[in-house]
Every structure is written in structure tokens, then in C-alpha cells.
């Protein structure tokens, strides 16, 4: 610690008052609290943590694990509601959903009011992609591979969010999910592990500090959250918040090493999740919260609840009350009430009962006040509130830039017949602009847009027109129809379907051009939180609308948004081309414009499965083979398979097409066997033979032949985004080790064991051709 930090928080100390600072030195000589181990190891922070806790009453104590929406002083003056009344005894330790740099000054004024000990709040929020600058919504910027990418919009977020008060944030959502179902698929990364861990680490990273994550010392990084542990994206039959059932192997398998990952990369917090998992509530789940995070995997961050789980543990039929519910969530090991109020209307009464002690509730209080320090908010509470920095930092040119680079790398071509795209602005074309979302300006930011000013966002309308201004191509616009909406009183899709009046129109602009753009999705609110679907085709009279295009003859080019993968299989048959532009953010309609125009090649690959029908789901490419595996080239009886549909997806994990043509060829392995301590070396040759200079994705699977636990048919274990210049050819190198052949064992370890092993190179999950074998003894 640097000497003036120290005279710093010594200057802090002082006022606190003379008695306080005599316990304050007093304090010094006693032990560090039993059962803590901090998150830095930093011992000036320990005893400073060690230091004020003793001079805490049990209610001041109490209060630090007790987080609220920020309602409690709406105008700066407290209100006289249960917030506010909690704040006037100093017994609010966070805060969420309060942004400026003003208006948190004021709550932390009002809070620094009221604390006997002046000990500041920690003001949080959900900043899932970007605060004011909207980027992708996570399961979009996925898609473009680009780590880098995504450490760089994570950071252009915290420091957004840093300006404007917050130093806690709500991500990234790290939860595994295989069911395009379930909404909140698109805060995530798609389905496959390997990739959701390395963004993770890449989003943790972003958040927290690109050079070295676990100092929060600096006024524009903020603690990270990981959530929400664990299994939230497991929910059966995709219907939020509902139960899960994972077996342990896949616990470890598939949904905890993200979350091992964000712990390795210094993340601050956990989130716990809303599902009970295995018949006990994440919530108040031990196994998870002790066995496993604590006292496995050493975390000492902090862990804070969802929105109301205690609470919620009533419903689930775990606990008997809320005072049960708080008893149960501190015994797992939970250090954080979000709204449930559990922790400060029962914490006490369960201390002075001997149900629980406050030797307990002093380790989640001293995870609460380290994260603190760390952040500098005893210092200065007013550190993440200044104005000044504030009005520079947001919406600044260099991120509306990062915003566009970030949406034009998220959007996917799935389909180019015939060339069909790009536009080119020196060919004389005339095109029918068709569909709710071209002039759609809402919904492109998607949900959780925390802060992002949906008016902001540039239409698809906006950006083709300033794109194709002094150009020989002519649009025409019709809407044809409207997107469905959610009835806010029944939260189902409004009954009434959008009318089919527009379709004519439709028809008409489509007959008189030479190529028919049309632009169609869900509305925002069709997907995020509490919005599962259990129809993923395009909502309302849109595929209808499509059909009557399409009986003009002319060419049609569909671009997507959506939070989720789609059933597209009428689409995908008879439309010529398809861009999935996700919910891309402020930059949408100039990102549209140029992959539109061929401006910007796309690049983009798919990192969730796209079904052929929802019949399908679960569908993602790294299933287990079955012992009666369904072979396309030979159909036999009596075999895992579909008797109405196939068993292959619509657009497999990992497929993307790009307006030239990469050629993979000469796939070699330096040697065919290698043994403990060892490496091979894979080598594949990529040709850019198209026109265009592109970028490419170059995934490497590996099938493990035969194991003491079955190996799905291939998993995903390395990919490298390169750029090529047309003709261009490269060769790509990957290092084949122990760790890209290991996996977990019955014992919950993870082993690596001798044997042969399957090898691809390639543009997709379902692309073969470049394939070799190795061995390892
Ligand atoms: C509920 C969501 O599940 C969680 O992800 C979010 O952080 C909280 N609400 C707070 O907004």
C-alpha cells in the first residue's frame, strides 16, 4: 500500500470520531476474523477490514449484507419508505439500478449521512453490453470469436459505467444454455464450453482490468459478477426461472468451468441463480456455495443474491419462512440479501436465538467492506461520481467506433445464393425495403439496454440510405406489417395478430424492383428475462408476409433480429439469402449497411446450434454419440432418430459464410502420437480464393475415441480468427497437449487417458473434410 493511501484512510479514520479511532487502534491487536480468508491477501487491507468490523454493532453489521434498489432517496431527500427507513439507521450496504455521477453523489451523501461509522455504499448495476454506447447483446458479440473484441467492449462499458457512479456490475452472465427457448440465451455466449469459457474470461477481464483484473484500485474498473451460479441456463423446457436437474459429471463438465475460469481471471463477485437445482435452491445450495466455491475452488469474493431469491425460497418449498430462508441462504454461504430483506429483518433475532453466530455473519460482512477498500470507496466514497469525467467518458467517439466494429463482426451470413449479396453500389439496382424492422428503431438495442437511449440507435432505413446516398441503387419502402407485441397485463403475445392490410403494398414495391431487403425479428421484449417461447419461428404474419414475397419471383434478402437462434426452416429453403444481425446496438442500420453493401465482409460464426424445429431442442453439436447412432447415408431401422424431421440442425455451432471463399487443405500432424509432457503440432493450410479480403474462423475439434466417461462426437479445443487478403494463403498452427485431451473423470477430476483420438480442422462443426487421427500413450 502506498504511503499516501495509508495517511489516506488514517485521514478516515480520524473522522470517524475520537472514540472510534481509539477501538480503531485497540482493534489492531486483535485476530483476524475466523473463518475469513480475504480476496486480495492483502494484509494492511485485512487489518483495516479486521479494524472496522470490530467497532460494528451487529445491526451495522447486518445492514452491509442488505441490498436495495435505489428508491430510497428518489428527489435527496431520504423517503419514508422501507429503504429509506433502513438507510436513516445506516443499514443499507448496496445499492442497484442508480446511475450519474450527480445523482449517486447524492445517494451517497444522504448514505454517508446516516452511517455512524461513515462507511460507504456500494452502488451496482446490470451493464450486460455497455451503458449509455449499446453494444451487442452478448450472445451476438460472441459470435464474432474476437476475444479481444470482447475484452474491449466489456472495458468501454466499465469505464461508462465507472463514470457514472457504479463500481459493482451485474456480468457477465456466464451461464451454459443449449435451449433457444429459454430468452436469456442472449446475455450469454452460445453452447458450447470451451468458447463460453474463454469469453468469460475475456468479459471478466474487460470489466474488471484488462492488465491486471484483481486491482480495482483505479477509478474506472469495478468488481465483476459472475452469474448466476449455477445451472440457471438449464431450465426445463426452456420456461424461465424453472427447475433444473444436472447430473454432478455435467455439473463439472459443462457448466462450472466458465465460472472456474472467471475465479482464475480475480472476478470480484458471484451471483447465485433462481433454479432449484437437484431438489435445493442455488440460493441456499451448500454444495454449490461451500463444497464448491469456498472451500474448492478458494473464491473469497463476494457472493450476493438474485433479485428476491430468499425470498423465493418460500415458493420453491425449501424454506418454512423468509427467517428460515435468510438462516439457510448465510449457512450456504451467502454474503448478500438482494431485495429479499431476509438478512435485516431476521439475521439478529436468528443470532440472539443461537440458530446462527455472528462469527458467521462477520465473514460475509468482511467480504462486503474488503471489496470496499479495494475499490477505494473509503478514500473517497465520491470516487465513481465525477461530473466531469462523466460528460467525456460517455457516448465518446471511440466507442460509438467500437460499438460499429462490434456489430458488424456479431452479424452471421447464413445464406448467399448465388451471390446474391453483397448490394454493390456501383450496379444500377432498384430494392424494396420490406419488413417491421426497417424503419424499427426500439428493439435494436435489445434488452437489458440498461442506459442505452433507444432513440439513438441507427435504423436499418438510416444506415442503407447514407450508405447508398450518391449510389446507383433506388430503394422503395413498405412496411407489409408489424411486429406482435407482449400484452403487458397477461405478459403473453398479444392476442390480436398484426393485420395483413400492409401486404399489398408489399408486393407491390417487391414486384417493381430487381432485389427484395427484407428486415424482420422479435421485438425486444420477445427475449432477456421472463421471456421464453415455446413457437422460435419469426412472430405474427412475418413468415406470411414472406410467403407472398416470395410469389413475386424476385430475390430476397432477409435480415434477422432476434435474441435467440430461430426456427427457419421455411426461411432458409426459400429465401436467398440471410443475415442474423442479432440486436446489434446503437450502430445497427450502419453495420447492416455494411455488410449490406460488402463494405464489411462478414465473419461472423454461430455459436448456438439453429434448429430445423423446436422438436429438436435440446439440439447442440457436441452430443454424445447413442449406442444406435443414425447414419443420413445409410438409414437403418431401429436408430436414434426423427421420423419427421432430421437429426441434423438447420445451421450447425460454428457456421458462417463470408462473401469470398477460404479452402482448407493440406491438414497435417507433425507427428501421429505423443505421450505425458508431450505435444504434436496440427498445421492447415487456408487460401482466401473468393474476391474479397476476408476473415475467417478456423475451429479445431477432437474426438476422444473411447474413455472411461464417453466423449461427445467432437468438442470444440481451439480456433483462431485470421485475416486474409484475396489469394491470399496462410498456414494456421495449433499445439495439440494433455490439456486439450483432458476431461473430467467419474471422480470429478480431471484425467487425461491413453488412446486414439479424432482430429478436424474446419469452417463449422459439421464441416469433415480436413480430418487426421492421433494417439496418446
Ligand atoms: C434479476 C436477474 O436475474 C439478474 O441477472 C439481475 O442482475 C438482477 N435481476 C438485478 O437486476
Partial sequence: MSLMKFINWKKSAILIGAVV??????????????????YSG???????????????????????MNQYSANFAPTGEVADNQSGLYLKKGMIGSTFNAFGAENVRMLQEQNMKYSRLKIPMLFAADVIHGLETTFPIPLAEACSWNLD???RTARAAAEEATASGVAWNFAPMIDMSFDPRWGRVMEGAGEDVFLGTEVARARVKGFQGIENPSDLSQNNTLIATAKHFVGYGAAQAGRDYNSTDISEQQLHETYFPPFQAAIEEGVGSFMTSFNDLNGVPATANKYLYKNILRDSWNFNGLVVTDYTAIL????????????HGAQLALEAGIDMDMISEAFVAHLKALVEEGKISEGQIDVAVARILEMKFLLGLFDDPYRYCDAMREQEVLMNDKFVDLALEAAQESMVLLKNDHNVLPLKKEEAKKVALIGPFINERESLNGEWAIKGDRSKSVTVKEGLDAKYKKSKVKFTYAKGTDLPLIDPVTQKVAVAEPSEEGFAAAVEAAEKSDVVLVAMGENYHWSGEAASRSDITLPGNQRALLKALKKTGKPIVLVLFNGRPLDLSWEAENVDAIVEAWYPGLMAGNAVADIISGDYNPSAKLVMTFPRNVGQVPIFYNQKNTGRPFNDQAPADYRSNYIDVANTPLYAFGHGLSYTNFEYSNL??????????????????????????GEEIVQ???????????????????FEKIALKKGERRQVKFTIDEEMIAFIGLDKEKIVEAGEFELWISKSSDDQSQYATFSFQ
Fill in 42 to 64: 492483502d494484509e494492511q487491507v485485512e487489518f483495516k477490514v479486521d479494524s472496522l468490523l470490530s467497532m460494528m454493532t451487529l445491526d451495522e453489521k447486518i445492514g452491509q
Fill in 149 to 151: 473484441l470482447m475484452e
Fill in 700 to 718: 479445431l475439434y477432437i474426438h476422444d475415441k473411447v474413455a472411461s466417461v464417453t466423449r461427445p462426437v467432437k468438442e470444440l479445443k481451439a
Fill in 668 to 693: 497435417q500432424l507433425s507427428e501421429s502420437a505423443f505421450s505425458k509432457g508431450g505435444s504434436i503440432e496440427a498445421s492447415i493450410d487456408i487460401t482466401n480464393t473468393g474476391d474479397m479480403d
Fill in 312 to 323: 423465493e425460497l418460500i415458493a420453491h418449498g425449501y424454506a418454512q419462512d423468509l427467517k
Fill in 21 to 38: 479511532s481509539a477501538s480503531f487502534v485497540q482493534a489492531a491487536d486483535t485476530d483476524k476474523i475466523p473463518g475469513w480468508k480475504s
